[in-house]
């Protein structure tokens, strides 16, 4: 064997090790950073903050400790990021300290750029990789004065959970040091396979594309997908917004598939100035092109020559769907998918279960219930859909494979990773569009509104939006939420006197709180939730009220409003749900205690 191991390395052409060059790890001496403590999906600050001495090493060093002392520490991790601005600089550090703390495989994406989805496909294909460490703030804006931030992902590739979390927050309280190795910086731009030796680590080089493209190909048909899209009446536009997502898109819908309509795909350090969150606000550019206003409504003035419009966020985990002239709501195309994903190979053998997050409209509940499917309904935060999806795997529970499930902060997702997946959901809806226009070889196409319409038809229409409150008061923000926790039971009924709200008739106020049914832990605090009634119709309305988990800096209330309509479709959801906005603001005393008179957006 120590004969032939210089002969190995000899002919084996696109492997190339370089020799041990570093020094021995030291114990650099620190003292704690305050207000360490990671958020919805990670700890995201202020580059600069990030950028200052030691925080990036302290809260590294704190989670490296957490997962070396948790049942399973991690003998493997992965590094990589969304390409924001600090991306490579970072990835560096954290090499080192990866060294420094000893941890035996390192491997990091070539350019150092992978998109969410990417790295959770990455660790769940390789049986030793304990875990990533993700540099993303997802769709929050990047830069030297904008967002930087880091998550953790366990090895199943699903985001940490929150006693994970929560221990990494405690040790950046006490934390006294950390382990560093110093040495050469790695090249980021080497081949893939290229394996560095520092101190007892080994830092590899990999292919960022080639596990999630495979992970891709398993759940779709791409040969039904590429020949769709080659139909000339067919025509996609896609939106990268510069994120990690983009030159997965490239690869994907542009080389494998065909799709010509690629738009900044290009991955940039701030996004090209923007803001990289597909929504109806930050989406301008695609949402015009589609031939819609602002509002998500269809342009009069203005139609598409596009069949589907999509964009994804920063880290390319996050979707946004539109169709000529018609912009689809995450929670209904959370539904669609539910009720047509027997055209996606991946749901041949039947769907055993759908989630939502508590604020998303219950549109795939009801479908969910046609379809005899279990719905569940968890707290915001993708996490909390990885132990359903793993229930049977690492819980020996029953099964809900193949799952299905989303969110309406613009996720869809399903059980192929344990992350949403923008790409999957464009996927899924060229899936979907392929499957409604068998056949159809001459006449015109079956579109996208035509689907949502019938889907409308079928289950009648859930009207949803939301309005964000960004940089508010964190104290008046509490008291909101702390005033509603008041009307909680006899109190609402109070509240709803006082206003008198016509057509709108005030139910009760509950506070959502979640036991997860897989390993029974307990979320309390998930969002205070008003509901109403229709007094003509009888149909249901609420508006949920929830404090943003993910912000850098002060507080965001989130205000989400839904309304099903059995019968009338037509019609902006924003001037649907006006009145019931109106209501939710004064039952809430939002104007009074944050100052704000409008959102700062609606979408
Ligand atoms: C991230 C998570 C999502 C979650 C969202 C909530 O994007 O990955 O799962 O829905 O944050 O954000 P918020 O700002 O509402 O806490
Ligand atoms: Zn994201």
Redesign the pocket.
């Known amino acids: 064997v120590i004969l032939l191991f210089p002969l190995i390395l000899l002919f084996t052409p696109s492997l190339s090790l370089s020799l041990p060059t570093s020094k021995s790890s030291v114990f650099v001496p620190s003292t704690p950073i305050p207000g360490m403590k990671p958020?919805?999906?990670g700890l995201r600050k202020k580059t600069k903050q990030w950028m200052s001495e030691n925080y990036l090493s302290n809260f590294i060093q704190s989670l490296l400790d957490t997962a070396n002392e948790s049942s399973n520490p991690p003998h493997e991790i992965l590094v990589a990021g969304d390409g924001r601005y600090y991306n490579a600089v970072a990835i560096q550090q954290i090499i080192k300290i990866c060294v420094g703390n000893k941890i035996p495989n390192v491997l990091v994406p070539r350019t150092g750029i992978m998109s969410?989805p990417a790295v959770s496909s990455l660790i769940r294909s390789r049986d030793d990789c304990g875990g990533g460490i993700v540099l993303t703030a997802?769709?929050n804006p990047g830069g030297v004065d904008e967002d930087f931030g880091i998550k953790y992902n366990e090895g199943r590739g699903q985001?940490a959970d929150e006693s994970f979390t929560d221990e990494v927050y405690e040790r950046t309280k006490v934390i006294q040091g950390f382990w560093k190795e110093e040495g050469e910086d790695i090249d980021l731009n080497a081949e893939a396979g290229t394996k560095t030796v520092l101190g007892s680590t080994t830092v590899t080089i990999i292919d960022p594309f080639k596990t999630y493209i495979s992970t891709l190909r398993t759940s779709f048909d791409f040969p039904l997908l590429s020949s769709f899209i080659s139909d000339p009446r067919v025509s996609i536009l896609f939106d990268g917004m510069h994120g990690a997502g983009g030159p997965f898109a490239s690869k994907i819908l542009g080389d494998i598939l065909g799709v010509e309509g690629l738009m900044r795909c290009e991955s940039k350090e701030d996004f090209g100035g923007i803001h990289p969150d597909p929504n109806l606000s930050y989406a301008s550019d695609l949402v015009e092109r589609m031939g819609l206003l602002p509002d998500g409504t269809a342009n009069p003035d203005f139609t598409s020559e596009f069949t589907l419009g999509a964009a994804n966020?920063g880290d390319g985990?996050?979707n946004m769907i539109c169709g000529k002239g018609i912009f689809v709501t995450p929670s209904d195309s959370l539904a669609i998918i539910a009720d047509r994903c027997e055209c996606i190979p991946q749901f041949k053998g039947g769907l055993k279960g759908v989630a939502r997050?508590m604020?998303s409209s219950g549109a795939v509940d009801v479908v969910a219930e046609r379809k005899g499917v279990e719905c569940f309904v968890t707290p915001?935060?993708?996490?909390f859909f990885g132990n359903l999806m793993d229930s049977k795997e690492a819980f020996g529970k029953k099964s809900y494979s193949p799952f299905l499930c989303g969110?309406?902060?613009?996720?869809t997702g399903s059980d192929h990773i344990r992350?949403?997946d923008g790409l999957w959901a464009v996927l899924s809806w060229i899936s979907i569009l392929a499957d409604a226009n068998k056949g159809n070889e001459e006449g015109s196409l079956v579109q996208v509104k035509d689907i949502v319409e019938e889907h409308w038809k079928k289950y009648g229409r859930h009207f949803y939006c939301r309005y964000d409150y960004e940089g508010c008061d964190s104290g008046a923000a509490d008291t909101l939420m702390d005033g509603l926790r008041g009307l909680v039971g006899g109190g609402g009924k109070a509240a709803a006197d006082v206003g008198g709200g016509g057509e709108i008739v005030f139910e009760s106020v509950e506070e959502f709180e979640y036991t997860d049914p897989v390993d029974g832990s307990f979320s309390g605090k998930q969002g205070m939730v008003l509901n109403f009634k229709m007094k003509s119709t009888g149909d249901k309305a609420r508006a949920v009220f929830?404090?943003?988990?993910?912000?850098s800096s002060g507080a965001?209330v989130?205000l989400y409003l839904e309304q099903y309509d059995g019968k009338n479709f037509q019609g902006s959801a924003p001037e649907k749900l006006k009145l019931l906005g109106e209501e939710a603001i004064r039952i809430s005393k939002l104007q009074e205690l944050t100052g704000r008179e409008q959102p700062t957006v609606i979408t």
């Open positions: 958020g919805t999906s969410t997802s769709h985001p966020d985990d996050r997050s604020p915001t935060g993708w996490k969110e309406e902060s613009f996720g992350e949403k929830r404090l943003s988990g993910t912000g965001t989130r």
